[in-house]
């Protein structure tokens, strides 16, 4: 008969009190809370730190043998909760105490053994919770106690060896002896993982760190090590683990790709299933220029690859919108060849930028530039490079803009691309929306002191002499307190006027793009506007230090500090050019 524990009795299994449990006249294993945790698991449950001792488990044990191997509602028995938690201790006692059971006679099966592979209602052995949670110390007690043993997938695919090389958010190296310890310990080793996955899918998904990169490749080398075809395995999308390589190293990390390349270059001609996309085309896509010059040199071959389409890796540098992306293919001599080839229906890559080049200006410098005189022939449609830019073809733009839905399918699946999108796209508005509040706030204080500091340098304390025009406390020690702070506010007021119109400039032509206005009536617009407010400005400025300079003019010394802070204006702004080039060089052009 079930009787639950009371707030005592929890306590002292919690803190490893065996003292109530001595005296109590109930069954230890029918001493339960509501989820059917026993007394041993509520104790492994709640120790926060490795524990040493193993007294307390030991006691129990020997009051309640049958507590070794009893589950909780989610089929989690001990082991289950001293792997999960790194208790390697206690893991040790409880292999010790299951090992002194008597083996079944039916299966020839030791009780250490069968513990072992015992499942929760997820399918996870205590491998699994081990693997899950980076216990290396676990791991390789566990795989040096059943050896032979494979451990299976549970009910979501995943096998140990797949958590293990799983990156999820983080890596560390404690995450890598675990993968040490399965490789070299397990006899029969099970790679798979979901969707069709294994574990060098996974380890091909790692995030932006050097650190990271060295331990994530270091793994993908041991996996192939022991089994080299896992280079072909491809997934349900047909995506091999250099797909993955590809889709997620950035210029920090590309030792996977390294790795992956080195022991099967041949893997960079694996196409998925659907789109018939390859490594280097995803790379292409994403804009990953250190992955597609290591593909290239690894497999050069692999760039006469084309997908469904007949769309090369240069096809997919126009498809990105980005004509970075299409420039640093370029640099590639391999990529740059594929300019006169043809998709299916006759489109040369350049064919596809010029009807790009209608509406972008920075297409149409591509296409003035990069052409360097080669003959592009005609399409199926019989028109040239020229007749696209010339005229109007919508058709040509969709199939660009329909290339672009590529980057939501495959790993990580449409729907949740989408859905990224749509949640990356309400974050960045909300925080578009607080930033604007807060500069119209900057701004009118800046403007007000600017306005108020203009208008004191020219109604000065203590007027002017009558025949002069000269101020008459020129000679005050507070009145040059007073003109020099009120040049110094006035430089700074200006200035932070000025930065926030170049803030509102870059944004507001970011917006124009997005809403696919016409960038040159755009780009007309904001330079007029951008020259006007900076002439208006600086000749402001200007007004400023000669009236002050008039005022001063029979005190030299004041009247050249008072101009100097004045002229200081024109070297805060020429720093903020120098800090904001970049962006104004790649937003507007003159």
Request: charged fraction near 25%.
């Amino acid at each position: 008969m079930t009787t639950y524990m009371d707030l005592v009795l929890f306590k002292a299994a919690a803190e490893g009190d065996s003292g109530p449990f001595e005296n109590d006249q109930t069954r230890l294993d029918q001493l339960l809370t509501p989820d059917e945790n026993t007394i041993l698991h509520v104790y492994l449950g709640n120790q926060s730190r490795k524990l040493k001792a193993t007294d307390f488990v030991d006691k129990i044990l020997e009051m309640c043998p049958p507590l070794l191997l009893q589950a909780n509602k989610k089929g989690e028995i001990p082991l289950h909760l001293a792997a999960r938690y790194g208790h390697s201790n206690v893991v040790s006692v409880l292999i010790d105490r299951a090992r002194a059971l008597p083996t079944d006679p039916e299966s020839g099966e030791t009780e250490a053994k069968k513990m072992l592979r015992m499942t929760n209602e997820e399918g996870d052995t205590a491998l699994h919770e081990a693997a899950r949670h980076s216990r290396g110390h676990v791991v390789e007690i566990l795989t040096k106690e059943d050896p032979e043993f494979s451990y299976s997938a549970n009910v979501h695919g995943e096998t140990p060896l797949y958590i293990a090389a799983s990156i999820g958010w983080y890596w560390t190296a404690e995450r890598g002896k675990v993968v040490n310890e399965i490789l070299g310990n397990c006899i029969s080793v099970d790679y798979g993982g979901p969707n069709g996955r294994t574990a060098l899918h996974a380890a091909s998904m790692k995030g932006d760190d050097v650190f990271i990169d060295l331990l994530v490749s270091e793994t993908a080398r041991k996996l192939l090590e022991k089994e080299k075809t896992l280079t072909k395995t491809t997934d349900e999308n047909g995506w091999s683990p250099l797909h993955y390589a590809a889709y997620f190293s950035t210029w920090l990390n590309v030792s996977a790709v390294k790795v992956l390349l080195e022991y099967d270059a041949s893997a960079a001609y694996i196409a998925e299933t659907e789109k018939k996309r390859t490594a280097l085309h995803i790379a292409v896509i994403q804009g990953r220029e250190y992955v597609m010059k290591e593909i290239v040199s690894g497999c050069p071959t692999c760039c006469d690859l084309v997908d469904n389409r007949g769309w090369n890796a240069l096809h997919y540098a126009v498809a990105s919108k980005d004509t970075k992306v299409f420039k640093k293919c370029l640099e590639i001599p391999e990529l740059a060849r594929l300019g006169t080839k043809k998709d299916d229906n006759g489109n040369t890559p350049f064919h596809l930028i010029a009807a790009l080049a209608n509406k972008n200006h920075h297409w149409r410098h591509v296409l003035f530039h990069e052409t360097g005189g080669q003959i592009y022939g005609l399409n199926k449609r019989k028109l040239s490079v020229n007749d696209i830019y010339l005229g109007e073809f919508g058709e040509i733009q969709k199939e660009i803009l329909e290339s672009l839905e590529d980057i939501g399918s495959g790993p990580i699946g449409r729907s949740l691309f989408v859905l990224k999108k749509k949640n990356n796209d309400e974050k960045i508005k909300e925080e578009e929306e607080a930033l604007s509040k807060a500069r119209e706030s900057h701004l009118v204080v800046a403007a007000l002191i600017a306005t108020v500091t203009f208008a004191a340098a020219f109604t000065l304390p203590g007027g002017y002499k009558s025949d002069r025009g000269t101020a008459l406390l020129a000679k005050k020690a507070a009145f040059i307190v007073f003109v020099i702070s009120d040049a110094i506010s006035m430089v700074l007021s200006i200035s932070a006027v000025v930065i926030h119109f170049l803030i509102s400039l870059i944004h507001g032509f970011e917006l124009v793009k997005r809403k696919d206005i016409s960038e040159d009536a755009a780009m007309t617009l904001f330079g007029i506007a951008t020259l006007l407010t900076m002439i208006g400005t600086g000749t402001m400025i200007i007004a400023f230090i000669t009236g002050t300079y008039a005022v001063l003019e029979s005190f030299l010394g004041l009247a050249i500090s008072t101009c100097l802070i004045g002229l200081s204006f024109f070297l805060l702004v020429g720093l903020v050019f120098h800090f904001i080039r970049k962006d104004l060089k790649d937003n507007i052009k003159f």
